[in-house]
């Protein structure tokens, strides 16, 4: 049965710092692509950030570059957001997903975990 399990959210005042943390089980983790996407009240989910395999090559939106950076940790199966200099825009729920390819679109996702509250008080 595959899980992604998202902890690390909670409230933080605008400039303040978070670490999103990730954990799967059930599938071959180090197979598969890993991305963060979040959703803010009223809006549609977004990416975030993905992160390759082996984690040499990741990749961003434009709205966290500079500020959010992804890692993964393929023998702890886990996938790191670390989120610096948070804004107020930056509130939302964040999701960790898996994919066995390169996608930054929800459709191409695989498996998706239940979602973390961040928020950021300004």
């Known amino acids: 049965q595959v899980q992604l399990v998202e902890s690390g959210g909670g409230l933080v005042q605008a400039g303040g710092s978070l670490r999103l943390s990730c954990a799967a089980s059930g599938y071959t983790f180090s197979s598969y692509f890993m991305a963060w996407f979040r959703q803010a009240p009223g809006k549609e989910r977004e990416f975030v950030a993905i992160i390759s395999w082996g984690g040499r090559t990741t990749d961003y939106a434009d709205s966290v570059k500079g500020r959010f950076t992804i890692s993964r940790d393929n023998a702890k199966n886990t996938v790191y957001l670390q989120m610096n200099s948070l804004k107020a825009e930056d509130t939302a729920v964040y999701y960790c997903?898996?994919?066995?390819?390169?996608?930054?679109?929800?459709?191409?996702?695989?498996?998706w975990g239940k979602g973390t509250q961040v928020t950021v008080s300004s």
């Open positions: 997903a898996a994919s066995r390819r390169y996608y930054t679109k929800e459709a191409g996702m695989d498996y």
